[in-house]
Structures are given as C-alpha cells and as structure tokens.
C-alpha cells in the first residue's frame, strides 16, 4: 500500500450501510418521527420555533420527515429536499437548540429501539446536527490581506 492510495481511501470514506435490523422500517421510522415532533411541539424552547414555521396540517411536514429518516436510516432514496436552506432561513434559532433537539431526539430513540440500533438513529443525527450547525453559525473570518491589497 502507498501512501497515496492511503490518502485516498481517506478522502473516499466508506459509504454508510443501510440499517438491516429486524423492526426497523417506514412504519418504525414514522413512529419514531411523530413521538419524537410530539415532544418538540411540547417544549417550551423548541415548541414555538416549529409553531412559526408550521401552521395547520403537520402531517406533510412529518411524511417528509419520515422520508428523510428513511433516506438516511434505510437509505431508500425516499427524501428529495434540501435541509440546510430551510435552516438557515431560520432566524431566531440558537446553537443550543440543537442540543435541545438531540436530547429529545436521543429519548425518544431509546425509547423505540433496542440500545445497538436506537445508538445508530443517535449517531447519525449528531452528526447531521453538525453539518447543520456548520451551515448556519460557522463564519470565516475575513481574511486582513483579502481587501487591503
């Protein structure tokens, strides 16, 4: 093995697997969705953000949540959206809300599911909360020679 075929197996991750566990499938992932926005319409933080951005029917914005934990738990291809845009129209929506988020999201997944697979659920929305995080707070600096040369 060479160091650069090292590197770029580095840069080329492995692509995460499905999840092939007994229970785990759309009507699971639906559940977990609705019990899991249940609390987040409950919470005295979380609550009021998710009442401004929907009003009325809640059940399109939880099939296309269902949707999106299918694309990524099962990998079926099912979402079609774009999450990072509806956040980042998000205004009022502080770095500590996702702690919040993850908190109850980590509940309701223990929950649901059996320890190994509720920690697969977890594991996958840490780290798309981090993505989310990075897209709407993360800010370079200007760089001090960008504008003054």
């Not at 809640?58 to 990524?72: A, G, I, N, Q």
């Not at 009022?92 to 109850?104: M, P, S």
Request: charged share 25%; aromatic share 10%.
């Amino acid at each position: 093995m060479t160091l650069k075929s090292t590197l770029a197996d580095r840069a080329h991750p492995v692509a995460e697997q499905p999840l092939n566990h007994a229970g785990v499938d759309r009507t699971s992932i639906g559940k977990l969705v609705r019990e899991f926005y249940a609390k987040v319409r409950q919470h005295q933080r979380l609550g009021p953000i998710f009442a401004r951005e929907i009003t009325g029917d809640w059940e399109p914005h939880l099939e296309k949540m269902t949707d999106f934990w299918c694309s990524v738990i099962l990998k079926s291809g099912d979402y079609h959206g774009r999450p990072v845009p509806a956040h980042l129209k998000l205004k009022d929506v502080t770095e500590a809300d996702f702690e919040i988020w993850l908190a109850l999201f980590r509940q309701t997944a223990a929950e649901l599911f059996a320890p190994e697979t509720a920690a697969v659920f977890v594991d996958r929305a840490e780290r798309i909360a981090t993505s989310l995080k990075l897209a709407m707070f993360f800010r370079l600096a200007p760089s001090a020679t960008a504008g003054g040369q």
